[in-house]
């Protein structure tokens, strides 16, 4: 390679025409295959034997039984990180602070919910397959059963879920209604009112809500069905007798899945449209949090023993035990959302290059073929993702059942979509490239020059020092997308130098601890531990699909520019000032205040906020010349006494204390 006298750290942050289009023909053909294989699955039948629901659990913890453990505190969870990598080195072992998750277990108003929704309208698993599309009575279901499963688990005192007077109606078949008929069978009058309770108009349900500060609050699966008249009716069959709904006992959430699973079978309803039913309702939560109304298609009929898949007790049985990992699942915070929109995301695209990367999936949207069929898009789009990402194949085909996918794509499309730290160590899809470690050596040499991969500088950035400097890396990037580009070793901090040798290091997941008002806190050693970790398959089809044959790079670099200024943000908002590298002057980042830059050159190295002439400020100086010399005499050791062979890791005496900050140091 020819040296160039601008050196790779000073290569533009904008990309050349070349590199986008490129990136932008490599997308276009594999988003074009990925495609064309989705509209054919939808057409042929969905291939859903491959996608087992239970492997989006991974390492989620369950949510813990009350009467056996207490009742859990407002911010009940944390959990244990610590760093692996090269066992001499003095970081491994440590551990690290991560945000602790935010479960929302009760929210201040039922999620609205209607039945006008356009995706999966059809639902076809098999060449022939006629089985009637149950999916809105289905995840209904759920929603009661998820709500009373909480309570039993987790509800305050006095805490219970009732029926309210609202319910659906009765019909003996004689009657002429516009409504869609729910035949229960020869069931008692329990479960008959609890159907007339789950698709009632409104809310036939609810949790007694408990008071805090004056508000109410609700179970994160109550809903409101948006109707001013019943969608549905209810009909039981000949041995009841009475010609209303009657019974005041709710069902239990055991008795209601049982009720749930019987009522499957006698529909011919496959055990995988029970599981995406499931998870439609697993992301009512999330829909709630983002203000997106969940919209589900409407009912169709079918014939009833066309399914050759149908739930069986043991399926019930195993959903059941599962439904406190689901319930702290669906509770979590962003960890649904992050990991939806994770999906898209491609570790080997840069920033920079992320427009060019999504558009042709956003252009999709827009051809003849998508727009033509209501709904299809979506449809499309979560065939796409369960293949990316088959430990939450399900969670994908929900968002596009209740119309949770256009506002992913859109978070997508910012270049900052919200990042949880959780969500790959629980699900095992890889958000950020921040979860991956990465590959080979952290440094390499250029025209005498040693450099690092500024991915590596950032993930190096993130480990606890082992001096404190000072500087604020508790989160992450506000990006799942890496900088591009190199820097110089000696431009880094100290804290990323003195890794300069070490095998590569990690950040892991160990335990979750619960806390409880009693003052008793649970280490759970992993939930399941049945994780998968899932690296996204982006490899290119041998041929360009027919879907993008034509199709242009639009020059749009929003999702770019916004990406690259992100990452590069969380630098230089951290206390370091701008590295002597021309990338930190690009027109890209021009949008970013850097109250550094103005500032002396012990405000740009050393970190330090102290005033001149302090004693502070004066330590800070010995420390940062104490310091400066340990990574010198580091980098110049070439002797094998001074150099460990078998660990890389130099042997040099690390400067003694840590009560004042020092950050990067700049070699001339």
């Not at 309208?121 to 289905?138: H, M, S, T, Y």
């Amino acid at each position: 390679m020819v040296c160039s006298p601008d050196g790779l750290e000073n290569k533009p942050l904008q990309p050349t025409p070349a590199e986008r289009d490129a990136t932008f023909s490599s997308a276009s053909r594999y988003w074009g295959h990925e495609a064309d294989a989705s509209v054919l699955e939808l057409k042929s039948g969905l291939n859903l034997k491959r996608f087992d629901i239970r492997h989006m659990l991974g390492r989620v913890p369950p949510i813990p039984d009350r009467a056996r453990y207490g009742l859990l505190k407002p911010s009940p969870l944390a959990s244990t990180w610590r760093v692996t990598g090269s066992e001499d080195c003095e970081v491994n072992g440590k551990p690290v602070q991560i945000p602790p998750v935010q479960l929302r277990l009760f929210i201040s108003t039922p999620t609205k919910v209607t039945l006008d929704g356009n995706s999966f309208r059809k639902w076809i698993e098999f060449d022939g397959d006629d089985q009637p599309n149950l999916l809105a009575i289905i995840t209904l279901a759920w929603s009661y059963i998820l709500s009373a499963r909480l309570v039993e688990l987790q509800g305050r005192d006095g805490s219970m879920i009732t029926y309210t007077e609202t319910t659906a109606p009765l019909c003996r078949g004689d009657e002429s209604l516009s409504s869609f008929p729910v035949d229960v069978g020869n069931v008692d009058s329990r479960k008959i009112r609890w159907f007339a309770a789950i698709l009632a108009p409104g809310s036939g349900f609810q949790v007694s809500s408990h008071q805090e500060d004056g508000h109410s609050y609700h179970s994160p699966w109550a809903l409101s069905l948006a109707t001013q008249k019943s969608y549905f009716h209810i009909r039981p069959g000949n041995d009841y007798q009475d010609l209303e709904v009657s019974g005041r006992t709710p069902l239990n959430s055991y008795e209601a899945l049982h009720s749930l699973v019987d009522f499957c079978n006698r529909e011919g309803v496959s055990n995988h449209q029970l599981h995406a039913a499931f998870a439609t309702a697993l992301l009512f939560p999330t829909h709630n949090y983002l203000n997106v109304h969940p919209a589900l298609p409407h009912p169709t009929a079918g014939n009833p023993s066309s399914s050759s898949t149908k739930p069986s007790c043991e399926d019930a049985d195993q959903l059941y035990n599962d439904l406190p990992y689901y319930i702290t699942l669906g509770c979590g915070g962003d960890i649904i959302n992050s990991t939806l929109c994770g999906v898209f995301w491609n570790p080997q695209v840069p920033s920079n290059l992320a427009s060019p990367w999504l558009q042709p999936l956003m252009d999709l949207k827009g051809m003849k073929s998508m727009q033509s069929t209501p709904g299809c898009y979506a449809e499309v789009l979560a065939m796409i993702c369960a293949r990316r990402a088959p430990n939450v194949a399900f969670l994908s085909i929900g968002a596009a059942t209740s119309g949770l996918t256009s506002t992913i794509l859109e978070q997508v499309k910012t270049g900052q979509p919200p990042l949880e730290r959780h969500a790959y160590a629980w699900t095992g899809v890889p958000q950020s490239f921040m979860d991956i470690a990465g590959e080979g050596k952290y440094y390499e040499t250029h025209c005498s020059q040693t450099y690092i991969r500024r991915s590596d500088c950032w993930r190096l950035r993130r480990l606890p020092p082992i001096v404190d400097d000072d500087l604020h890396y508790r989160i992450g990037p506000f990006t799942p997308w890496e900088p591009p580009g190199h820097a110089l070793i000696k431009n880094c901090p100290l804290r990323v130098q003195v890794h300069k040798d070490c095998n590569r290091h990690a950040l892991v997941y160990e335990c979750s601890t619960w806390y409880f008002n009693n003052e008793c806190t649970l280490e759970d050693n992993l939930g399941r531990d049945m994780l998968i970790p899932h690296i996204f398959n982006n490899d290119l089809p041998p041929q360009e699909a027919d879907f993008f044959r034509d199709l242009r790079f639009s020059d749009n670099e929003d999702t770019s520019v916004d990406a690259t200024i992100a990452s590069f943000r969380w630098v230089l908002d951290n206390g370091e000032g701008r590295p002597p590298e021309d990338a930190y002057k690009d027109q890209w980042l021009h949008s970013i205040d850097d109250a550094d830059s103005d500032g002396d050159i012990m405000s740009l190295y050393v970190g330090s906020s102290a005033s001149e002439g302090s004693q502070e400020s004066g330590n800070s100086i010995e420390k940062f010349i104490e310091c400066k010399a340990w990574v010198d005499r580091a980098s110049s050791a070439t002797t094998e006494k001074d150099v460990d062979n078998n660990s890389g890791i130099y042997n040099c005496q690390r400067p003694g204390g840590s009560s004042t900050a020092w950050g990067r140091v700049s070699r001339e």
